[in-house]
């Protein structure tokens, strides 16, 4: 081979070609020739090495610049190395699947939790001008907490307010809507005319309310996307027909764009048709919810100067019924998305964690793999291949890893996100998500910032091989390599450890919610709510009437043993309906105590084993006609401590407007608004003393509950076919779905932390077994002078346990640092629990041992005599 043959094929090795075998002999003869002649000349050693090495390096650079005068080279050299690195993951197709599937997995679900996060949290409102949009409150001196505004407050501030283009109020409703085959619920809201107009909102097929359709007359309905295809199967002729809405007849005018979505509503009504409603003349009544959109140019902090302006001018007009209230502001976006942005963005962080725990893990298999390829550096570097070269070419390697792994990801994000939204529910609405340009520019800048991450570690490790010792014996890893494989080790069990405190404080918080008492007995529990339609049922006897009849048909069931009804059940997700307190003989108070309230037929208490601890319960005597309330526990310490309740005269309500109430019983706590809030003052009431026209029935059976649902329904479809039944199932059904969030967080970190325990498993059981293997002639020596197979087991656990507890104690500083996030998503819980602390640290310790003992194991199988003779 002549001179110029033999430096263009080192210049394509030093290029990144694949290594030509068969000129590695070659190689090393020239360097030992060049080596021994500068020895000849009177050099030391190292310097021989290095005027050898730098005599190739001059040689390449020499052919380089010949074949590249311009200088374009790095664009031919980027294709060989993708090309070099395609043949390098093809050369070990399980490494290569190995490594695409634990990074699959770990973009895929960070860019599944980033998707619902962008389309949630991070991408505005999809209104002209989001930043414009604010929504409003009222609030007062001794309550400073945000709360819904009085209907008379909100025309007051829409007439004197300047700030603002528009103020629209809307009122969340369910409504009936009745056709020829039957009748059903519907989500619905009770809206200005002008609260499209301030969204800034058009029709996708018609057009929007508008002002004139806001009055106490007004016969236009709205429907969402989702309701026109689902319940009118996208007939455009739905526009223009006439309606059964309650007991009116609405005129369908406008189907909004499939992509609007507030609050998961279907059907949209003019607020005007309720304005003789006594909610809405009343401005102790606070029930409405305001927007506005700010004028250009206005801030924020000017309309909210503003508008306590104005609400001081009201509260002068109206001193008795406005007293002391002031005005809140808050963006709209932020209002909308409200506690669920901590949950999501704890989600986010946990599958980030994942994220850096399989980028560890695929650092240790790249630094376990470059030590077997310690001789194809070392040759590249004696012929002169620049450090940094051979850096850009593995971490190419690495890139190109992390891109399959991310393309892998994006079918596995595609498929999460279209089941994420089902369960993310139960805590908050999540628009439409797809795969879009937004998630494959997050998934490609995640792969690549991925790639560079697990790859750095490797890459320096690997360019800093030594000359010499590269070439003799290619798989002898040095110490630096060792301190960096057990680095990211330590570095994954303390992402490990951040992961499964976290989801270990959750899932307790759910189990302790679980076992709140909710105060009755929840098994074998029918629940059902019936609504009548007014126009049938106007007078009390025919509302009292039809329930009796009701009552008597679902106790009859075969499988039943006693029917009641409540006018809202307890577990109440949509949260609970309170009115002032007023005692009679004390003085009245504008923002006094609160206390929610019940209508209830007599044997309630009964059916839901609720205990009865004083006085007595309500009868068929209680007609009305003598004013009576029972009180809860909770409420009876708190009005009369020191005395007997029974007997004492209330107000629930406006003073001004209640009769008073005569306490004649008293029942133990309930946790009406839900497991994990304290249970608060509660009065019951007689159904007959103050009748509705939607109760919710509870049937106490021997059979499961739910088998009975169906023929319940059919009574009273059969009894008449106009009253509406829905939300039929079990009060065990109803308590599951009151604590769907926590269970759904706690569930989903819960995967989430083993799937990190896992890997950070597999990164141990590698390490270890890697180190026994490096370690093979050590353990013969010991074998043969004596060593117990047991000490040698104990050696290597020794490995493992001295990774667990430098990872325990950086995982304890992460954990503090981070467990914050997830304090308010605790309850019954504090964030330092120690339980959960030793539970976690005893699963870790668990996991580690066997994942160590394993290679130990093997350790201890060594033939004493093959091992000495292994290197």
């Known amino acids: 081979m002549n001179i110029r043959s033999f430096f263009r094929r080192l210049a394509s090795l030093a290029h990144g070609d694949q290594l030509a075998q068969d000129l590695h002999d070659e190689i090393a003869q020239h360097l030992e020739h060049k080596t021994a002649a500068n020895l000849a000349a009177g ?62 997995l770990g973009i895929g679900g960070t860019t599944a939790i980033f998707s619902v996060v962008n389309a949630v949290i991070l991408r505005p409102l999809p209104y002209p001008h989001p930043d414009q949009l604010i929504a409003l409150f009222e609030t007062t001196t001794q309550q400073h907490s945000a709360m819904e505004v009085a209907y008379g407050n909100y025309l007051d501030w829409k007439a004197q307010v300047r700030s603002f283009q528009s103020l629209a109020g809307y009122l969340p409703n369910d409504v009936t809507l009745h056709t020829d085959q039957s009748a059903y619920r519907a989500s619905g809201i009770y809206v200005t005319g002008n609260f499209f107009a301030t969204l800034g909102v058009s029709a996708a097929l018609g057009r929007t309310l508008l002002p004139e359709d806001d009055q106490l007359s007004g016969q236009s309905v709205v429907f969402s996307d989702r309701m026109w295809r689902q319940r009118f199967g996208g007939d455009p002729g739905v526009l223009g027909k006439a309606i059964r809405i309650e007991d009116r007849s609405y005129v369908v005018v406008g189907i909004l764009p499939r992509d609007f979505v507030y609050d998961a509503t279907d059907v949209w009504l003019p607020l005007g048709n309720l304005a003789n409603e006594s909610f809405m003349t009343r401005r102790a009544a606070h029930v409405l919810r305001v927007i506005g959109r700010l004028k250009e140019g206005v801030t924020l902090p000017e309309a909210l100067a503003e508008m306590q302006t104005v609400a001081a001018r009201v509260h002068q007009q109206h001193p008795t019924e406005d007293k002391d209230h002031g005005v809140a502001a808050l963006d709209l976006h932020e209002y909308l998305v409200g506690s669920s942005r901590r949950t999501l963005l704890v989600l986010l962080a946990a599958v980030g964690f994942i994220l850096l725990v399989a980028c560890a893990n695929v650092a240790n298999l790249l630094l376990a793999r470059a030590a077997g390829r310690r001789k194809e550096i070392s040759v590249r570097i004696a012929l002169g291949a620049p450090r940094r070269r051979l850096v850009r070419q593995l971490l190419t390697e690495s890139v190109l890893l992390a891109t399959i792994g991310g393309a892998c990801a994006v079918l596995l994000a595609g498929w999460l996100i279209a089941v994420l939204p089902a369960y993310l529910a139960s805590f908050v609405a999540v628009p439409p998500i797809a795969i879009d340009r937004d998630l494959l520019l997050f998934a490609a ?23 010499n010792d590269g070439i003799k014996d290619a798989t002898v890893s040095g110490p630096s390599r060792q301190r960096a494989t057990r680095f990211i080790a330590v570095g994954e069990i303390a992402l490990t450890l951040v992961l499964l405190i976290s989801a270990g404080l959750l899932g307790k918080s759910f189990w302790r919610v679980l076992q709140v008492p909710p105060g009755f007995r929840s098994d074998h529990l029918l629940t059902m709510t019936v609504t009548l339609p007014e126009s049938q049922y106007r007078e009390k006897q ?11 048909r679902l106790q009859a069931m075969p499988g039943a043993q006693e029917a009641a009804a409540v006018s809202a059940l307890p577990i109440n997700s949509e949260g609970d309906s309170y009115g002032s307190v007023t005692v009679d003989g004390r003085p009245e108070t504008a923002e006094g105590p609160v206390a929610s309230f019940r209508r209830i037929t007599p044997n309630y208490f009964r059916v839901m084993g609720i205990p009865l601890l004083a006085g007595r319960a309500f009868t068929s005597e209680d007609d009305g006609r003598l004013k009576v309330v029972i009180i809860s526990r909770s409420m009876a310490r708190e009005f009369w401590p020191n005395q007997n309740p029974l007997g004492q005269r209330i107000k629930v309500g406006p003073p001004a407007g209640e009769p008073s109430l005569t306490v004649v019983g008293v029942v133990g706590d309930v946790h009406n ?56 199932g079990s009060m065990e059904q109803r308590v599951t779905r009151s604590v769907a969030p926590r269970r759904v967080t706690a569930l989903l970190l819960g995967i989430f932390a083993s799937l ?20 093979t002639r050590e353990i013969g020596i010991r074998l043969s002078l004596g060593a117990k197979r047991e000490d040698v087991v104990r050696l290597i656990l020794g490995d493992g346990i001295r990774l667990l507890l430098a990872g325990a104690c950086l995982g304890a500083l ?24 030793l539970w976690v640290l005893g699963v870790l310790l668990v996991s580690v041992v066997a994942a160590s003992y394993v290679p130990a194991r093997r350790a201890t199988r060594v033939d004493p005599m093959v091992a000495l003779r292994y290197e």
């Open 445 to 467: 800048a995640i792969s690549i910032f991925a790639g560079l991450l697990f790859g750095i570690a490797p890459a320096l490790q690997a360019s800093q091989s030594d000359l």
């Open 43 to 104: 050099m030391s050693p190292a310097e021989a090495r290095e005027a050898a090495r730098r005599h190739f390096g001059n040689a390449l650079l020499a052919v380089e610049h010949s074949r590249d005068p311009w200088g374009f080279a790095w664009l031919e050299s980027l294709g060989q190395d993708l090309r070099f690195a395609l043949r390098i993951l093809r050369g070990n197709p399980a490494l290569t699947l190995t490594i695409v599937a634990v990074l699959a």
């Open 814 to 837: 992460l954990t503090l640092m981070s467990v914050r996030l997830i304090s308010s998503l605790l309850f019954g819980v504090t964030t330092t629990d120690a339980g959960t602390l």
């Open 673 to 728: 608004a839900g497991l994990d809030v304290e249970a608060v003052n509660a009065t019951y009431e007689p159904e007959a003393q103050r009748t509705w026209s939607e109760m919710t029935f509870v049937v106490r059976t021997t059979d499961d509950p739910v088998s009975l649902a169906g023929t319940a329904q059919a009574i009273v479809r059969e009894m008449d076919k106009e009253v509406v039944v829905f939300d039929a």
């Open 756 to 775: 990190a325990l896992l890997l950070a498993c597999l990164g141990i059981y590698g390490l270890i077994a890697y180190g026994v293997t490096q370690r």
């Open 542 to 552: 025919a509302v009292l009437a039809f329930f009796d009849r009701l009552s008597a």
